[in-house]
């Protein structure tokens, strides 16, 4: 079956920076776009940043570009989101996805960015 489960969420400062992961299993990853999404508390879950199968395609959110790098490694079956220069709206729970006929979400890590 289909997982996907995030992890290297925590607490950082503003200005900090941390870096996320998303383990994928139960398909062919190297075949599929993966997404990364992040939902704020009292808000709607927004798309933060994807990349294409062989990582020749990113797109951001206009609201992280330039801090934020999405990567993924084939090999490991795993998609990154570094993420920098961290500001307390970035606070989240962080999700990745995967479309395969259906959406299929990853349990979610929580950032939050404080001092």
């Known amino acids: 079956q289909v997982q996907l489960v995030e992890s290297g969420g925590g607490l950082v400062q503003p200005g900090g920076s941390l870096r996320l992961s998303c383990a994928a299993s139960g398909f062919t990853f190297s075949s599929y776009r993966m997404l990364w999404y992040r939902q704020a508390p009292g808000k709607e879950r927004e798309l933060v940043a994807f990349i294409t199968n062989n990582s020749e395609g990113v797109n951001y959110a206009d609201s992280v570009k330039g801090r934020f790098t999405i990567s993924r490694d084939n090999a490991k079956n795993t998609v990154y989101l570094q993420m920098d220069s961290l500001k307390p709206e970035d606070t989240g729970v962080y999700y990745c996805?995967?479309?395969?006929?259906?959406?299929?979400w990853g349990q979610g890590t929580q950032v939050t960015v404080s001092s």
């Open positions: 996805k995967v479309v395969l006929g259906r959406e299929y």
